[in-house]
């Protein structure tokens, strides 16, 4: 009976021992992770917070050292570095990867469609994350995304735009494939810049007005400084997503406990940012006006016709790439399924109610 429970002892001990060889393992994981967004543009804070989350929450198995954008390599390269496994991990904007597939714009943003809300929702309960999965996975990657900013500034620049027939003929920077789309449809002219470039753009007549973000990240940019003008809403970038690349064999040596932990970041991160940003917002616009900037809004009728050239841009679209309509079917979908209760909640409800949207048809004969 004694070397029975003897016996028994040394093998729990031997238990106990190879399960801690096995947590000291996953404790020495340490991922190099940096981002799109250089640290003296706001945004690069929803990177640092999941990062801060992160490391609190799974230090025992992962430590990320995160690196601001541009220390390590040129925003434009970190996809092709996460993807191959050169760094584990990178935050990023999706719209900047609609080159390598359509599907990406409308995972980064929409043009005169959802606003933080409807991205929240859509993510979390109406399939978005999946589409997200599906997408990066065809590039070797997990996604988590983990950033929401509501509707973006608009346009500045020292060219009053008050209607969109002042957008005839007008250079404007503008980030995104649709959001071009739609600006050519409106008689504007796409220009890419990066963001540290819109400034100097502004200052120097390059481009007629500009936009880059939410007021709040606007402002700290410094274009009350350079924009005499500020047309809104920012119809372009209705909503805009942010989130991590992950390598997806960096993904799979993580425990299972310890990949989700780094959702449950990911989605603290995505309550937060949208907070954030809408304070951040507020405050900025304020500042905006008490430094001159002259602000105007777009009438409803410009809206509808806004709204009509993005609908005939989404159907456009559609038909040039399966994925690309996939990704927007999931969307109207939602917008279609949660105007049940929606718009029976008006004006108390949380998301916008809109009853003019690309048909759902049209879509699934180009899928």
């Known amino acids: 009976m004694k070397k029975t429970a003897k016996f028994a002892i040394t093998g729990l001990a031997a238990g106990v021992a190879l399960a801690a060889l096995s947590s000291t393992a996953h404790a020495q994981q340490e991922w190099t992770m940096t981002t799109t967004w250089p640290d003296n543009l706001d945004l690069i804070k929803i990177d640092q917070h999941w990062v801060e989350l992160v490391n609190k929450l799974a230090g025992e198995e992962l430590q990320i050292n995160f690196r601001a954008g541009g220390t390590l390599m040129p925003g434009t390269e970190v996809f092709d570095a996460t993807q191959t ?14 080159g390598l ?13 959802f606003n933080g ?33 509501n509707n973006e500034s608009g346009f500045m620049g020292n060219t009053p735009i008050e209607s969109i027939a002042d957008l005839e003929g007008k250079r404007l920077r ?29 200052e120097r007549g390059v481009i007629d007005a500009g936009e880059f973000s939410t007021p709040g990240v606007d402002y700290n940019a410094g274009f009350s400084e350079v924009a005499d003008y500020w047309s809104t809403p920012g119809w372009h970038q209705s909503a805009s997503v942010f989130g991590v ?24 991160t995505m309550a937060w940012s949208l907070a954030w940003s809408e304070r951040q917002s507020t405050e900025a616009t304020v500042k905006f006006q008490e430094d001159g900037v002259e602000i105007s809004t777009l009438s409803a009728e410009d809206l509808a ?51 003019n949207l690309p048909s759902l048809e049209e879509i699934e004969a180009c899928m």
């Open 117 to 149: 809300v409807d991205y929240l929702n859509w993510i979390q309960q109406w399939g978005g994350f999946e589409l997200y999965q599906e997408v990066y996975g065809n590039y070797n990657m997990v996604y988590l995304p983990y950033g929401i900013t």
């Open 305 to 355: 016709t806004i709204q009509d050239a993005t609908n005939e841009v989404i159907l456009r679209g559609a038909c040039e790439d399966p994925m690309h309509a996939k990704v927007y079917h999931s969307m109207i979908s939602y917008m279609e399924h949660y105007a049940n209760w929606r718009d029976v909640t008006v004006p108390f409800n949380m998301s916008r109610s809109i009853d």
């Open 101 to 113: 597939s359509p599907a990406f714009s409308p995972l980064a943003t929409t043009t005169s469609l």
């Open 85 to 98: 496994g050169a760094i584990q991990a990178s935050g990023d904007w999706p719209g900047y990867w609609a």
């Open 245 to 268: 690349m992950i390598n997806k064999e960096a993904w799979d040596e993580l425990s299972e406990e310890t990949q989700e932990t780094l959702k449950i970041a990911a989605d603290a």
């Open 174 to 202: 503008l980030s995104g494939r649709d959001q071009g789309r739609v600006l050519e449809e409106l008689g504007g002219s796409q220009v890419t810049l990066a963001g540290g470039e819109v400034y100097q753009a502004i």
